[in-house]
C-alpha cells in the first residue's frame, strides 16, 4: 500500500534478523547525537517494489547477486540519487525514477549500484570507516537499518538526513570506484540483454555537472563524482562491444507502471489525468487515473476506473490491493476486506499486502483473524513500524496485553525511540510468562534500551 499525502512508509532490512538487539545494539554508536532532525522516508508499495524487482532481477542476476535477496526500495525524496549501504538494499530516490526516460537507464542506476555490492566497494569503506575509529560515521550509516521503521509525525522511514556530513562520507565512492562500477555495470547490462546505452544516456544527463560548485551540484554527483573520461568510457564500451539488445517489452511496461504509480501519489491528480492519456498500457492508464480520482474523494470514478484496470489483468493482486487501500481509506470494510483477501489469494507471500489485509480485518472487528495474518506479514517484513502498530491494537482488542506491550516496545526500538521501547519492555516482561520466548524478546529490547542509556550518559 502506498500512503498518500506525505504519510510515510516502512523499510525491511538485515532480513535474517532474529531479534531486536541483534539490530539496535549494532547502531548504538553515537546514533543519538549523529542523526539529524531532517529525516527521509520510504515510500512502501509492494506494486512498485515488485516492478522495480522485476526490473533488477536480470541486472543482479548477471551482477552474480541472489536477486530474491537484493531488494530495491524507493526513497521518498524528490532529488535525482541512489546508494547503497549493504549487501541487501539498493536505494532509490523517487525523483531519480521519475526523472530518467528508459528501463534501460534506470537498470542502469541498479547495475552500477549493483557493482558497488559486488565489487566489494562497500565492505571496503566499512572496514576503513573501522580502522579510521570513524564510529560517527558508521553509526549514522548503520543507522538507517535501526531507525528506518518510521518515526515522528511523518513515521519518517530512514532516519539519516541530507545534512549528515558523515553519512554522505560514508556513501561518497571515489574515481576508482566509480569507473569500476561503471565497466562492471555495463556488462551487467550487455550479459542481461539489456541495452549499455542506458548507461551512456544516465552519464549524458549529468554532463557539465563537474564544472559546477559541489553545492549547486545534483547530490548524486556529490556521491558519485562523475568525469568527462567515464562518459567517454561509457560510449567506448558501447562502440566496441556494440548493442546486441532487443526491445523488452516486459520491462517497459514494469517501468511505466512503476513510474506512473509514483507520479500518482506524488503530483497533483490535474497533471495525473492529463498525462495518464499518454498511457500505452489500457490498465496502467486506469490505475493512475483511478488514483488521482480518490485524491480528489470521488470514490465512484476511482473504483471504476480501477475495475477497468482489473478488467484488463483480473489475476492482479496488486490492483487488488490499491482497490483494498482506496475502500479502506473511504471506511468501506466489508468491501476492503474483499478485495483485500483477493490480493492476499493471488499473492500469498506478499508482506506489505499480508499487512493490509489484516488491518482490514482488524477494521471490520476481527482481531483474532487480524492477527494471524499480521504475524505472517510480520515473519516476512520484521521492521514495519505501521505493521507493529496495528498489531499491538489487535493484541490490546484480544486482551492480551503483554504481547501488546511487547510489540509496541520492538516497535519504539525500531524507531529509535530507546526510553519509550524500554518502559513497554519492562510491562511486557512483567506480563508476559517469564522465560518464554516472548519474555525474552521482550528482555531483548529492554537491555538494549538500558545500554542506550549509558552510552547518552556517558
Known amino acids: 500500500m502506498l500512503i498518500s499525502h506525505g504519510a510515510a512508509m516502512f523499510i525491511d532490512r538485515l532480513n535474517r534478523l532474529a531479534s531486536i538487539p541483534a539490530l539496535v545494539l549494532s547502531t548504538l554508536f553515537l546514533v543519538a547525537s549523529a542523526l539529524p532532525s531532517a529525516a527521509l522516508g ?10 522495480l524487482s522485476k526490473l533488477a532481477a536480470p541486472v543482479l542476476t548477471a551482477a552474480g547477486l541472489n536477486a530474491k535477496r537484493v531488494r530495491v526500495l524507493v526513497v521518498n525524496d524528490a532529488s535525482f540519487n541512489a546508494f547503497v549501504v549493504d549487501s541487501q538494499t ?17 537498470q542502469a542506476v ?58 554522505r562520507s560514508f556513501l561518497a565512492h571515489t574515481r576508482a570506484e566509480e569507473s569500476s562500477a561503471d565497466r562492471s555495470a555495463a556488462g551487467y547490462l550487455t550479459r542481461a540483454g539489456i541495452s549499455p546505452q542506458g548507461l551512456v544516456d544516465l552519464h549524458q544527463v549529468f ?26 568510457a561509457a560510449k567506448a564500451y558501447v562502440a566496441s562491444f556494440g548493442d546486441q539488445s532487443t526491445p523488452n517489452a516486459e520491462a517497459n511496461y514494469w517501468f511505466a507502471r512503476v513510474r506512473g504509480k509514483l507520479s500518482a501519489f506524488n503530483r497533483s491528480p490535474k497533471w495525473t489525468k492529463r ?9 496502467i492508464r486506469l490505475m493512475r487515473e483511478a488514483v488521482a480520482f480518490h485524491r480528489q474523494n470521488n470514490l465512484k470514478k476511482s473504483l471504476t476506473a480501477l475495475n477497468g484496470a482489473l478488467a484488463q489483468r483480473p489475476n492482479d493482486a496488486y490492483y487488488y490491493e490499491l482497490k483494498g487501500q482506496i475502500l479502506m481509506e473511504n471506511r468501506r470494510w466489508s468491501e476492503a476486506l474483499t ?29 483474532k483473524q487480524a492477527i494471524q495474518a499480521m504475524e505472517k506479514a510480520r515473519a516476512r517484513d520484521f ?20 504481547m501488546a506491550a511487547l510489540v509496541t516496545a520492538e516497535r519504539y526500538a525500531l524507531q529509535g525511540r530507546m526510553d519509550d521501547a524500554g518502559r513497554h519492555a519492562k510491562r511486557a516482561s512483567a506480563l508476559l510468562p517469564r522465560g518464554s520466548a516472548t519474555w525474552r524478546r521482550a528482555q531483548d529490547v529492554l537491555i538494549a534500551a538500558e545500554q542506550y542509556q549509558k552510552r547518552k550518559n556517558k
Do not use: C, W
Request: glycine fraction near 10%.
Open 383 to 402: 521492521r514495519d513500524a505501521r505493521l507493529l502498530r496495528d498489531m499491538s491494537l489487535a493484541y490490546a482488542k484480544t486482551g492480551r496485553t503483554g
Open 207 to 232: 554532463s557539465g555537472q563537474d564544472l559546477l560548485s559541489t553545492a549547486n551540484q545534483d547530490p548524486y554527483m556529490r556521491s558519485h563524482p562523475l568525469s568527462r573520461d567515464r562518459l567517454r
Open 42 to 51: 520510504l515510500l512502501r508499495d509492494a506494486d512498485i517494489e515488485h516492478g
Open 339 to 367: 478485495a483485500y483477501r483477493r490480493a492476499v489469494d493471488l499473492a500469498p507471500s506478499e508482506a506489505l499486502i499480508l499487512g493490509g489485509y489484516g488491518r482490514a480485518l482488524l477494521a471490520a472487528g476481527q482481531p
Open 90 to 106: 539498493i536505494f532509490v530516490n523517487y525523483g531519480l525514477i521519475l526523472k530518467v526516460t528508459s528501463p534501460e537507464m534506470l
Open 275 to 283: 498525462r495518464a492519456k499518454e498511457e500505452t498500457s489500457k490498465d
Open 110 to 167: 541498479i547495475g552500477h549500484e549493483a557493482a558497488h555490492i559486488a565489487n566489494g566497494h562497500l565492505s571496503r569503506r566499512m572496514q576503513n570507516m573501522r580502522s579510521a575509529s570513524s564510529i560517527s560515521g558508521l553509526g549514522v550509516a548503520l543507522a538507517v537499518l535501526a531507525a528506518a521503521a518510521g518515526a515522528g509525525e511523518a513515521a519518517a522511514g530512514i532516519a539519516v538526513g541530507t545534512q549528515s556530513a558523515a553519512f
